[in-house]
C-alpha cells in the first residue's frame, strides 16, 4: 500500500493507516518515499508492461500527485484473499460508483489520482509495486540489489511515520474542486476588473454583488470573459470559464500557472494538483469531511462525466 501526499496534506494519513491495520493484516514493512522522475518513469514502465493503457495524460496526473509530498510506502501480509479485501476497503475503479463506506470516499478524496492511497490489486502487482517502492533506494539512485528480506527494513513503523507526514491537527487541507475553481475564478475576477468596458462595470458589479460570498455562478464568469474580448489574455479568459472537468477540452496548466504567475496570480501546489488532475478524472464533491454541494449548473455536469477505471489505484 501506498498513503500518497494528498492524505497527509489533508491530515488524514495516521487515520487512514490506522484503519488498514486494524483490518486483519500484518505490517511487515514501511519506508518514506519522495518519488521523482526516476520513480514516476518506473511506475509507468511496470504499468505498461502489465499492457494496461495508461495514457500520457495518466502520467501527468499521477506527477501532479506525487509532486505534493512524501508518500508512506507499506508491506503488508494477510490471508489469501487481502488484495480482494483492500480493493474492496479502499474503493477501486471510478469513485463515483464507489462504496460511501470506502476509505477513500469517507477521508475525503478528490478524484481517482487524487484517491489519498493506492493499494496492490493482485499478488503481480504487489510484487511489482514492492521492486518500486522498497526494492529501489530512490534517494541513492544507482545500481541496488533487491533485498532478501523485507524484515531489513527497519522503521518506526507506519503509525509514526504518518504521524510524522501528516498536516498538524486542524490545519489539514480542507479544500475540494468547488472550493479551489471558485477561488481561482475570484482572483481572475479581481485582477480582471479593471480591463472590463466602463459601461459594463455597473451592471456586472450588481450581479456580483447579488453573489455575496457564494460561488461564482457560470453566467456571471461567461459574462465577464465575454466582455472581457481584445481586452485580456486569452488564456485568462479561458480560465475564467473553464470547467476543469472532462467534459471540456484541458488547458495546459503548466503554461497557465507561468501566465498567471506572470500577472502576479499566485495558486497553490494543492490547487494546481486539483485543478490538473480533474481535467481527465472527475471530481467527486467534497469540501473536507462534509460532502460539498455542487451549484445546480455544476450539478449536471459532474454527474455526467464518465471515469475509466485507474490503472494506478
Given amino acids: 500500500m501506498v498513503v500518497s501526499p494528498d492524505s497527509f496534506i489533508r491530515g488524514v494519513g495516521r487515520r487512514i493507516v490506522d484503519e488498514v491495520l486494524a483490518s486483519g493484516c500484518e505490517e511487515v514493512a514501511a519506508r518514506v518515499v519522495q518519488p521523482g522522475s526516476l520513480l514516476l ?66 477521508f ?62 486542524g490545519s489539514g487541507e480542507s479544500r475540494g474542486f468547488l472550493q479551489v475553481r471558485d477561488q481561482l475564478r475570484r482572483s481572475l475576477v479581481a485582477y480582471l476588473w479593471e480591463l472590463l468596458p466602463q459601461e459594463e462595470t455597473a451592471s456586472l458589479a450588481r450581479h456580483l454583488a447579488a453573489l455575496d460570498r457564494a460561488p461564482l455562478s457560470g453566467e456571471f464568469v461567461a459574462r465577464m470573459a465575454k466582455n472581457l474580448d481584445g481586452a485580456a489574455d486569452l488564456l485568462l479568459r479561458r480560465a475564467l470559464t473553464a470547467s476543469f472537468t472532462p467534459d471540456e477540452p484541458p488547458l495546459d496548466t503548466r503554461r497557465l500557472w507561468r501566465t498567471l504567475e506572470g500577472h502576479g496570480i499566485t495558486v497553490d501546489p494543492w490547487a494546481r494538483a486539483v485543478l490538473t488532475t480533474c481535467q481527465y478524472f472527475p471530481p467527486l464533491a467534497h469540501d473536507g469531511n462534509p460532502r460539498e454541494s455542487a451549484s445546480p449548473a455544476d450539478a449536471p455536469r459532474l454527474a455526467r462525466s464518465g471515469a475509466e477505471s485507474a490503472a494506478h489505484g
Avoid: C, M, Q
Fill in 108 to 169: 475525503g478524496a478528490v478524484n481517482t489520482i487524487l484517491g489519498l492511497l493506492h493499494v496492490s490489486d493482485s499478488p503481480e502487482e504487489a510484487e511489482l509495486d514492492w521492486k518500486t517502492f522498497f526494492a529501489r533506494d530512490w534517494n541513492n539512485p544507482g545500481p541496488s540489489e533487491v533485498p532478501d528480506s523485507p524484515v531489513r527494513l527497519g522503521t518506526p513503523g507506519a503509525r509514526v511515520l504518518a504521524g510524522l507526514l501528516d498536516s498538524p491537527p
Fill in 41 to 106: 518513469d518506473a511506475i509507468y514502465d511496470d504499468l505498461s508492461r502489465k499492457r494496461i493503457y495508461f495514457g500520457t495524460y495518466r502520467y501527468r496526473a499521477i506527477d501532479a500527485l506525487y509532486g505534493l509530498g512524501p508518500s508512506l510506502a507499506i508491506l503488508l501480509r494477510g490471508s489469501p484473499g487481502i488484495h480482494r479485501h483492500f480493493t474492496e476497503l479502499k474503493g477501486s475503479g471510478p469513485l463515483e460508483k464507489a462504496s460511501p463506506t470506502s476509505l477513500r470516499l469517507r
